[in-house]
């Protein structure tokens, strides 16, 4: 573990006591107030964070989104021009896949990875607090386009040379690349503190094959990123040297191939999506089990389909280039390649299926998301095996067909996996439940209006009306469907709308019982919301669904599985640890954020700003490196703590 | 709730039923089952794919719905039988699949084997991409502009490119969709099996008017496209009636730096000299040599001929109807008064037709002599 032991106070190199600290401010106390969150170390505040600011992203992207509706609720639509229509659709991707879906799973996972495998903290608490304020201020950045000239209009994808400042002069492409660096070391960071969490940190008899699947899923997720932001990074790099310095890496007329660039996005992009669905995934094998009152059937091959998936998804990415020129090879062995990942996706779905059949179904809105969720992404699972069928794929791919398949795994998907999590682990987290009454308003309105929304994209993409496109004529076939969809829409944001008055009325809603699901993992076994410190006691783990079994027990008679303690009686008997200290708060994470925005605005504005970003950003790390592991007279983190012989994590 | 499930049931159905009606073969014009040559009929041929996938999809709908109907909490109910899997099943469940998609892999190679093949006779057409509009150029020296006329019942065989961002050159009634990148030629492939008119639009984002990069192809039968290909290769004829003859030496001070025109002579009576590079970007502007021989203009985004003089409201006439004898006189007006407001461009980067400012009189006289470039 990455744990060391230590005696005493601190001690100097040079054999002295430690009366002041190295660095050169003391490290800061806060528990309450502003203060505590900016300073936080603790992976529950990060990760509440994280979901805020994700959730205001997805209201963000979803306005841009019912703008789009509405300039194509009619054929020659005059509600916005050309040009914002060009800003919008490529905001809306971007900030969806990039300041929501990614930080909402970033919000799971740094919540509940921790609890589940029964650790205190992550690795790196300070990379964890990193990691979340360069993603809050690289997704500012990434927006100030708006308010600086224009938002990036190149799309989310950001083909070459339209991306180049000949066809894009504006600076909304270099907020949208810079942003999108920044927001990738971000997401960088956070993956190496993850997996060494995960692989360091279980509790004693956590083996790796007794995790839950919402740990196995996003360990792969992180695996996922670690070696697919570095390709996307190095696109943008390459992008970004090409407007603000004069390199050539996209330009014809240099010698160079457009097709470089699609390359590297997608090599990046493929196992993106993979990025995106797998934390829901995750959930839904936590939530249908514990609504179901049967494990997950074929946990094994769950687990290994997820790892399959990972692998797989690097051998696809070219099926996003099947209308670009690659020859008839290529194209052949992607298809093949394409076919055969939604082989062990098909698995998770009959699995899930099966853990469903011969359960005892309480249809929560947890579960009802878990279900919707099977549902629609079988169907945008399908609509992508026939993408596969490349033929096919040419008269598909750039209409609304793909927008169908897509929104379908995403919206159907990871969005409904993530509100299947947040009707589930909402007790956990803030001790109170989400009301049920509301949450079938929100599971029905965002289930229907989803259909209706981009149900009928099927078909007008396959009548021919292509995608990006800011108008439509008249007399093609699209009129009455688009409007079907842009009135959809409208839905999906009613039932936004109703899980955010969910959320903020869930203050005044009953108040927690310890364990309202009769779950299954550890994050249970502890109160609602954790302490600080997560658990009393780190629990020692025996088999899988580790909570389920010291609850329940095999009626030697029977066979059947009766109740034979409740949640406060299995905690009790934890009982709790002599020694808890914690990692302390530090404001050098935010220090050291603060300086890459900075940074970014030199490259676009005034070179002087790199050099004071850079410093600002090496000073942060210095102060970083030096600050004292922990303030040795600290009383209380949240919990008993002895001062002597005391297990230090390196925070 | 009885009614939520049977909710779930009917929106199922409904739904399947719905995908269904997108797969009927109708006379929408960029229908991509529509199948009327011999490329979009190897690519249709796979249809059968969306079946399978609705038929997998159904059977996965029932099996949740069944589940939810069988497995319904009821009060007092034990807790059911802790089941962790079922290996063999699982086995089966993982391989069959895998069979399945070798199965439906092997029709899939061999029409990428097919749509790929040179066909051992064609005419060839060089397509170029800029934007917002699609150059096409016949070997016997013709060039044309947003409609593409090709002889009915014979492939064609088109080497795209682009001359400055990626566009898609998209005819789906006739094929599939490839990519027009610069720097690179593409090999593709149309064959319309009838005489008519096929519609296409850019498949690619490429920048402000992307929705405005149309394409209509025109196949005629061989007689009538033999005798198109020899009138389109004759210079254009000097008008002579007089606001013509006006029109024509604007269009050789005002417009000859951009668009050729073959056969034009200035006020001087010299030949319009083409040799000075154009200065636009994409370093073309259309050929109008033969302009009121064609149907559409701007990007085919607007008709040239008209049903009917007193169409109202031009902006939402649709311009895919058969082609008829009035000119379009209202919009080809409107675009020589100010371009980028009927088609959004960046004339001041040099992307797009600029604002010539010019006077009534001179646009009537443009018209008049654009009008008999037949």
């Not at chain 2, 005419?123 to 060039?143: A, K, L, P, R």
């Amino acid at each position: 573990m990455a744990l060391i032991e230590r005696k005493g106070q601190l001690e100097l190199g040079d054999g002295g006591d430690r009366a002041e600290p190295i660095g050169v401010f003391t490290r800061p106390m806060a528990e309450t107030g502003w203060r505590s969150w900016v300073t936080t170390v603790d992976h529950k505040k990060i990760a509440i964070m994280y979901g805020v600011s994700a959730i205001f992203f997805f209201v963000v992207g979803g306005i841009e989104a019912l703008l789009i509706r509405l300039q194509l609720a009619q054929p020659n639509g005059k509600v916005v021009s050309a040009q914002l229509y060009n800003e919008l659709f490529t905001m809306h991707g971007t900030t969806m896949i990039f300041l929501f879906v990614i930080p909402i799973g970033a919000a799971f996972m740094n919540y509940f990875i921790p609890l589940q495998v029964g650790a205190r903290d992550v690795a790196f608490p300070r990379l964890n607090a990193f990691s979340f304020w360069a993603f809050i201020f690289g997704a500012i950045f990434l927006n100030l386009g708006w308010f600086l000239g224009g938002a990036a209009d190149g799309g989310w994808f950001m083909y070459a040379p339209n991306s180049g400042t000949l066809f894009s002069p504006s600076h909304g492409i270099d907020f949208w690349t810079l942003g999108l660096i920044i927001t990738g070391i971000a997401s960088t960071a956070g993956a190496v503190n993850l997996i060494v969490t995960v692989l360091n940190m279980r509790a004693p008899g956590m083996k790796i094959m007794r995790m839950p699947v919402f740990t196995w899923m996003s360990l792969v997720v992180q695996f996922l990123l670690v070696f697919a932001l570095p390709v996307i990074t190095v696109a943008l790099f390459l992008l970004m040297f090409q407007r603000n310095f004069g390199a050539t890496f996209f330009n014809p007329d240099a010698g160079a191939d457009p097709l470089l660039w699609q390359h590297l996005f997608w090599l990046f992009g493929h196992p993106e999506v993979y990025i995106l669905i797998l934390p829901a995934f995750g959930i839904v094998s936590e939530v249908l089990p514990v609504f179901s009152k049967k494990p997950l059937f074929g946990y094994p091959f769950v687990v290994f389909s997820g790892a399959a998936i990972g692998f797989m998804g690097w051998g696809v990415w070219a099926h996003h280039m099947f209308a670009s020129g690659l020859g008839p090879i290529s194209v052949a062995v992607f298809s093949i390649t394409t076919m055969f990942i939604a082989v062990p996706t098909g698995v998770k779905i009959i699995n899930w299926i099966a853990t469903m059949w011969g359960g005892r179904l309480r249809l929560t809105t947890s579960m009802l998301f878990a279900i919707g969720l099977i549902g629609m992404f079988t169907i945008g699972g399908l609509s992508g095996v026939t993408h596969a069928v490349s033929p096919a794929d040419l008269q598909q791919t750039d209409t609304y067909y793909v927008v169908a398949h897509f929104h379908y795994v995403l919206f159907g998907g990871a969005i409904f996996g993530f509100f299947a999590g947040f009707y589930y682990w909402w007790p956990k987290v803030f001790g109170r439940m989400l009301s049920e009454r509301l949450g079938k308003w929100n599971f029905w309105l965002m289930l229907i209006g989803m259909n209706l929304t981009f149900g009928p994209m099927h078909i007008v993409g396959l009548q021919g009306q292509p995608r990006r496109t800011y108008r439509y004529a008249p007399g093609m076939g699209f009129d009455m469907w688009n409007k079907v969809e842009s009135v959809g829409a409208f839905i999906i944001a009613l039932g936004v709308l109703v899980f955010l008055i969910n959320a903020i009325q869930s203050r005044k809603h009953k108040a927690y019982e310890l364990d309202p699901w009769d779950a299954r993992t550890l994050e249970w076994m502890t109160t609602s919301p954790p302490q600080p410190h997560n658990f009393d006691a780190i629990p020692t783990v025996h088999t899988l669904d580790e909570f389920f079994h010291r609850k329940y027990d095999e009626d030697p008679a029977t066979g059947a599985m009766i109740k034979v303690k409740e949640a406060d009686q299995v905690l009790e008997e934890m009982g709790r640890d002599e020694h808890i200290h914690m990692p302390s708060p530090s404001y050098w994470p935010i220090a050291v954020a603060f300086g890459l925005p900075i940074l970014a605005f030199g490259v676009i504005y005034s070179h002087i700003l790199i050099v004071v970003g850079a410093l600002m950003v090496l000073g942060s790390l210095y102060g970083w490196a030096m600050e004292p592991a922990t303030e040795p007279d600290s009383g209380g983190h949240g919990g008993d703590v002895a001062p002597s012989t005391e297990l230090v994590s390196h925070g | 709730m009885m009614t939520a499930r049977r909710l779930k049931l009917a929106g199922a159905l409904g739904l399947g039923l719905l995908a269904l009606t997108g797969c009927s073969n109708n006379d929408n014009p960029q229908d991509t089952f529509g199948a009327d040559g011999h490329y979009s009929k190897l690519i249709a041929d796979l249809n059968w794919v969306y079946i399978a996938a609705i038929v997998v999809g159904v059977i996965v709908g029932v099996a949740v719905i069944l589940a939810l109907i069988k497995f319904r909490e009821r009060p007092g109910a034990p807790v059911p039988k802790q089941v962790h899997g079922h290996t063999s099943l699982e086995l089966t469940w993982t391989i069959l699949p895998a069979l399945v998609l070798a199965v439906v892999a092997v029709p899939t190679i061999a029409t990428i084997v097919k749509l790929n093949e040179k066909p051992k006779q064609c005419m060839t057409i060089q397509v170029v991409g800029q934007q917002w509009w699609w150059e096409f150029s016949y070997n016997n020296g013709v060039t044309t502009a947003n409609e593409m006329v090709i002889p009915a019942g014979e492939e064609v065989c088109l080497k795209i490119t682009s001359r400055d961002v990626i566009h898609s050159f998209w005819v789906p009634r006739l094929n599939g969709k490839k990519d027009a990148v610069p720097g690179r030629v593409h090999d593709w492939y149309i064959a319309a099996d009838n005489p008519g008119d096929y519609w296409g639009q850019c498949a690619e984002f490429c920048g402000l008017s992307h929705a405005n990069m149309r394409i209509r192809v025109r196949a005629l039968p061989k007689a009538d496209f033999d005798k198109w290909y020899q009138d389109q290769a004759k210079p254009a004829t000097t008008p002579t009636e007089a606001a013509a003859l006006r029109g024509e030496n604007i269009y050789s001070q005002q417009c000859a730096s951009c668009h050729v025109i073959k056969g034009a002579v200035d006020a001087a009576g010299n030949p319009v000299d083409f040799s000075k590079p154009v200065p636009l970007v994409s370093g073309a502007a259309p050929n109008l040599t033969h302009f009121a021989s064609r149907s559409v203009f701007a990007g085919a985004t607007f008709p040239l001929y008209l049903d009917d003089p007193a169409t109202p409201d031009i902006d939402e006439s649709d311009p895919y109807t058969a082609e008829h004898p009035i000119l379009n006189r209202p919009r080809l007006e409107a675009w020589l008064r100010n371009p980028s407001a009927n088609v959004p461009m960046v004339p001041d980067d040099e992307r797009g037709m600029p604002n010539l400012h010019l006077s009534e009189s001179q646009i009537d006289d443009l018209v008049a002599y654009l009008a008999g470039l037949k």
